[in-house]
């Protein structure tokens, strides 16, 4: 069984973003950058299930510019065995990316496809349901527990109400929650090694898909400021406050 | 051309943030058309007809769409766009499984998460957990928009009389059976409705220790959340996380033991009308956002705060 894994590279979660002055974005110069959190999980399950002998061969890809190679890099480091890099250029909407995946889930017939369920940056929660609909194959979002069987998968959801459970056949995708599992860190010896494995470059104009944003970003800018609270010195004043102050108790 | 709403249910009652849902779409479009889908849900389609905003039911049942599975869902919405300029859901679990799949088989890019409702084809919407707001203009003809609901009112529920349609069930997609779902009961608010929210993060040590948070919210009739550090170390289930990929809540009062607040969770509760934060590390950016902040163990401040609540005479519900 062949995983293709589908990583993005974002701004670090740790990192406080800034909105740009001329409202066009925030700033992404001099800023740490990682793999979204959520395809480490996606990495890792994919890792853990060719570990137990259930899956022969894990693709990483990304889409995007030259700087996006490292996430894939890192995902070769903790156990993939090839990378793909599309190379693209400006602002790629989910569409637009599930449609790239799409043509290269044609060329490399991969039986399962996971990625994160949502990106920390847009915050869409959009790639991994398009690309199914484009496949016309089962997805199952937000899991946070795989079971593979035969020709099957047995994944636990997380939603609103609680979890649920969905059998869905191969092929199929998947898209990952962050307690799927622990995603590991690489060693350095594997990231030695990482740097051997082979990365296929593709530019995006050869795959033929108009990838022409949609969607124009008027302006972005810093949400309303909380105006400054206060520090209460007990229980007693606070909860005199809530009742009289406040009135919300 | 009018909007199409997609209704949320559980075939007997609608989910309550179909209503937040009704007055976005409302707010884009005068004329408001609501499609059900499900099984034996006629009562939840009645309820939809009452909403004053809705002009147009359209009830299609079928034994493949008891349990919504979004692959049995998306064709046949994809064949009621055809009528429609937007096709409209609440973004909870919900609506993010289900309409990016119809976005794609319309060939449209999805405007995900608005925040407000601009003019019909201009929205705002979060970006990097709630540090920014994105104004967007989408240019497709078809607009698939998911709403945030806790930052549209729940539109009226009665009054309305809006006609019943049957529509064309389609056919079952056979590749993705549901098995089972785990639906956590509780008499307590419902975590994205409720008043009052009374939170607990890794601050509490223990999921036995979440039971000083249940007393606080058992007095005041709060919700119980939870920040994602809770869940993770296994104190509390899933489905009470509040943050970025959790539930965003908007209460009236949200009191937050034990969480260091994180960006991620922040991005869950900063909304809040009046935020409280309990935590003993004073420099923790929870007191960032709080209204009332009070650097104190949470171990020996919440058995105070329940004395000092039990003194009340009354306390609002």
């Known amino acids: 069984m062949k995983i293709l894994v589908a990583v993005k590279r974002v701004i670090d979660y740790n990192v406080q973003i800034r909105v740009k002055e001329d409202g066009s ?32 061969e894990i693709v990483a890809i990304t889409v995007g510019g030259e700087k996006s190679q490292e996430t894939v890099r890192k995902a070769l480091a903790v ?4 990378g793909i890099h599309v190379k693209t250029e400006g602002v790629l909407e989910p569409l ?12 490399e017939k991969p039986d399962l496809v996971f990625m994160g369920k949502q990106a920390i940056d847009d915050d869409c929660n959009q790639t991994g349901q398009m690309l199914s609909a484009l496949l016309n194959w089962p997805q199952a979002t937000f899991a946070s527990k795989i079971e593979v069987k ?17 059998e869905i056949n191969i092929p199929a995708i998947v898209t990952c929650d962050l307690r799927l599992n622990e995603p590991r860190y690489a060693s350095l010896p594997n990231i030695m090694k990482a740097k051997k494995k082979p990365i296929e470059e593709i530019n995006v104009s050869d795959l033929g898909i108009d990838t022409t944003p949609r969607v124009e970003q008027i302006k972005v800018e810093e949400p309303p400021k909380r105006k400054a609270g206060i520090k209460v010195a007990n229980v007693a004043e606070l909860v005199q406050k809530l009742k009289n102050e406040a009135k919300v108790i | 051309m009018a909007v199409l709403l997609i209704a949320e249910h559980n075939n007997k009652e609608l989910r309550p943030f179909t209503l937040n849902a009704a007055t976005a779409a409302s707010q884009i479009d005068a004329e408001v058309h609501a499609v059900i889908i499900g099984q034996n849900s006629e009562s939840a389609a009645k309820k939809l007809s009452e909403l004053p905003v809705v002009k147009k039911v359209i009830s299609i049942e079928a034994p493949h769409y008891e349990n919504f599975t979004a692959e049995n869902f998306a064709p046949v919405i994809v064949k009621l766009a055809e009528n429609y300029s937007h096709i409209v859901c609440s973004a909870n679990t919900f609506g993010k499984n289900l ?15 608005i925040i407000k409702v601009i003019s019909p084809d201009t929205f705002l919407r979060p970006i990097y957990a709630g540090n920014a707001f994105a104004t967007v203009k989408t240019n497709d003809a078809k607009k698939c928009v998911t709403i945030r609901p806790t930052s549209f009112e729940p539109c009226e529920s009665s009054g309305g009389n809006a006609t019943i349609e049957k529509g064309e069930a389609g056919e079952e997609f056979s590749n993705t059976k549901f098995i089972k779902r785990e639906e956590i009961k509780s008499d307590r608010p419902e975590l994205g409705t409720a008043r009052i929210v009374v939170s607990g993060g890794r601050g509490m040590q223990s999921g036995d220790n979440f039971k000083l948070i249940t007393e606080v919210a058992d ?32 209460p009236d009062l949200y009191i937050a033991i034990g969480i260091s607040g994180a960006i991620q969770h922040l991005a869950g509760m900063k909304e809040s009308k009046v935020i409280v934060a309990i935590n003993k590390d004073g420099e923790a950016p929870i007191f960032s956002v709080a209204d009332y902040g009070l650097e104190a163990d949470l171990f020996e401040a919440l058995p105070q705060f ?12």
């Open chain 1, 25 to 56: 974005g925030v700033v992404t110069d001099n800023v740490k950058m990682s793999t979204n959190p959520p395809d480490d999980n996606a990495i890792e399950e994919a890792v853990k299930i060719k570990e137990a002998g259930k899956a022969t």
């Open chain 1, 79 to 82: 156990g993939a065995d090839k």
């Open chain 1, 96 to 107: 637009a990316v599930s449609k790239i995946i799409q043509k290269i889930v044609e060329k």
């Open chain 1, 150 to 166: 035969d020709n099957t998968l047995e994944v636990t959801r997380e939603i609103d109400e609680g979890l649920e459970t969905i």
């Open chain 2, 99 to 113: 309409m990016p799949r119809i976005a794609a088989h319309l060939d449209t890019s999805q405007v995900s998460d």
């Open chain 2, 219 to 250: 007095k005041l009739g709060a919700a119980i959340g939870a920040s994602r550090a809770a869940v993770d170390a296994g104190y509390i289930s899933n489905d009470h996380q509040v943050g970025q990929t959790g539930k965003v809540v908007v």
């Open chain 2, 306 to 317: 329940m004395e000092e609540l039990n003194k009340l005479n009354t306390i609002q519900k």
